[in-house]
């Protein structure tokens, strides 16, 4: 034990007297999942990358974050961030602005032209569908074990919902070029322009590979039964914003409503008041219902958009040269059980009017399932898949938006992992996936003491004057100060940090360093938690000894 000598003994040495004998629990190290890492949609390790920034090291930051996540600029703009919600700061002064930093350090491997590293060549050829956030982080993963990967795209570039529906206000193109080309660089086969539309497509794809991953998204919009979408007033916000991200906007007239309440029915109200129409958005939901992101509501009402939540469209009447008047009606929405499902009351004598010129209507999508042929199956509306990511074709796992009603990019970014991971343990190449076996790290396990109250790093935007004259990006991200100040505010929920804390207040001197980490000699251990107490991380806990 080596052990220092108190004053007051004058046999030499504490360790003949093996006090551990004492204890009923023990002490024990634990690397334990934090709860952001529970709620993040691609299984990051973000209290390990956090660090790494921390600590000025953002190529290291940046190698953590990509092992799950090949976008981590493009997340760190447009991520839903559940794991913000998750975040154990949240219940002491404010969550951690994770999203933030993830934008920060993948746009610092952009600007340095950081690369990803070849892996050695494996037999095995994968056939991917669709080129969007799940295909590529697919592909990605499978280039990174050594497959070889072929990808077909319908459309003339990757991206998928990434390019053709999200704005370069909210995604500047040059960071989803630049993620994308990163990518490919790692010797993905590419062909764009390339629609599979058959089930004997579809048959020649599996008998030519070894494995297909399906990620085809929702391509079919949902149309609401009061509007004649025949009528050149009537849009659908896909194509809307299709034609608008490509520089194409759609000729509509002045006065807009836009029928939606999803991040996609802002993106087309906020891409049509950047083209100079007088745009209303009209959602079922309250506003605080709404299922886009609470700043993407902030930014549209600051833009000048009108919102009229908690109604429903019911006619639209064609008054020729004056326009058209939309005859509403207030209502109560009240979510379903899962995504996408709701009741709604209609509430009495509450119809009115409201004036418009054109209509967009952005309520939601399907996927296109008909064109797989038999040997499918398939259920709400979705693809069937079970928990492998596997349909009941063998050898073909499925995706994204067509098997999922989550519907954000980065849980087609996470499928699109998981997927990959279940082909390469299909091919005979992949490991299990190990878990922590460990409980998620609660806010009471840490030692909040040692982290001092401190204000989250304040969100930036773009003035709203400087928005409405292009595409430029409207969140700003973080200075270099900021993102070290806020790295500091992480907590590191069931990461030790090597503080020594355990052996520095150890009364019996029975935690000690071991080579990278620490060990608990169980001969002098009273099992007093004191270290478990004074653990600034959560990363020990006390733990029964039945004897």
């Known amino acids: 034990m080596s052990a220092l000598v108190p004053t007051t003994w004058t046999t030499g040495s504490t360790e003949a007297i093996k006090t551990g004998t004492w204890r009923a629990s023990l002490a024990k190290h634990i690397q334990a999942p934090a709860p952001c890492h529970g709620a993040c949609p691609v299984d990051g390790e973000i209290a390990q990358w956090i660090g790494l920034a921390r600590a000025r090291d953002f190529h290291g930051a940046w190698q953590v974050l990509v092992r799950h996540n090949p976008f981590p600029s493009i997340a760190g703009r447009i991520c839903h961030h559940p794991c913000e919600t998750a975040c154990n700061r949240a219940g002491y002064d404010a969550a951690l602005s994770i999203c933030k930093l993830e934008r920060f350090v993948g746009d610092q491997a952009l600007a340095q032209g950081w690369k990803f590293e070849p892996a050695p060549a494996r037999s095995g050829h994968v056939a991917i569908v669709g080129g969007g956030p799940s295909g590529l982080s697919a592909a990605f993963q499978l280039r990174s074990m050594g497959f070889a990967v072929t990808l077909y795209e319908a459309q003339a570039e990757l991206g998928g919902l990434m390019r053709y529906g999200i704005p370069a206000y909210r995604l500047a193109r040059t960071v989803l070029d630049g993620e994308i080309a990163r990518i490919v660089a790692l010797g993905v086969t590419v062909h764009c322009n390339h629609r599979i539309d058959s089930a004997s497509g579809f048959a020649q794809l599996r008998e030519q590979h070894d494995a297909l991953y399906l990620a085809l998204g929702a391509a079919r919009p949902k149309r609401l039964p009061a509007l004649d979408y025949s009528q050149d007033f009537v849009c659908d916000g896909a194509a809307y914003l299709a034609g608008a991200n490509s520089g194409q906007p759609m000729a509509l007239g002045r006065r807009l409503v836009v029928v939606g309440g999803g991040s996609a029915a802002l993106d087309a109200a906020r891409s049509a008041r950047r083209l100079g129409h007088e745009v209303t958005l009209l959602a079922l939901e309250q506003r605080q219902q709404m299922p886009a992101q609470h700043e993407e509501v902030e930014e549209a009402l600051e833009e000048g958009i009108v919102l009229v939540d908690g109604a429903r469209l019911d006619q639209v009447h064609d008054q020729g040269a004056a326009g058209l008047t939309l005859s509403c009606t207030r209502v109560a929405f009240v979510a379903g059980a ?40 398939a259920a709400g509306g979705l693809l069937v898949t079970d928990a492998r990511l596997a349909t ?156």
């Open 392 to 547: 009941a074709c063998q050898g073909v796992y499925a995706g994204g938006d067509m098997a999922s009603m989550a519907r954000f990019v980065t849980e087609a970014i996470g499928m699109g992992q998981r997927a990959a991971q279940e082909i390469a343990r299909e091919l005979g190449r992949g490991a299990a996936a190990q878990q922590s076996g460990e409980a998620e790290v609660a806010l009471a396990a840490i030692g909040t003491w040692y982290h001092p109250k401190q204000d989250r790093a304040p969100s930036r935007w773009l003035a709203v004057a400087e928005r409405l004259q292009g595409d430029a990006e409207v969140q700003l991200g973080l200075e270099l100060e900021q993102v070290l100040a806020e790295s500091e505010r992480c907590f590191s929920c069931g990461t030790c940090t090597h503080c020594d804390n355990c052996v520095v207040y150890c009364p019996d001197m029975a935690v000690v360093r071991s080579g990278a980490g620490y060990a608990v000699l169980t001969d002098f251990c009273k099992g007093c938690g004191l270290c478990v107490k004074e653990c600034p991380t959560g990363s020990m806990k006390m733990q029964e000894e039945l004897r």
């Open 338 to 377: 899962k995504r996408g499902q709701f009741s709604l009351s209609t509430l009495a004598d509450s119809a009115f009017d409201m004036a418009a010129d054109a209509v967009v209507t952005s309520i939601g999508q399907d996927p296109e399932l008909d064109i797989l042929g038999q040997g499918f199956a």
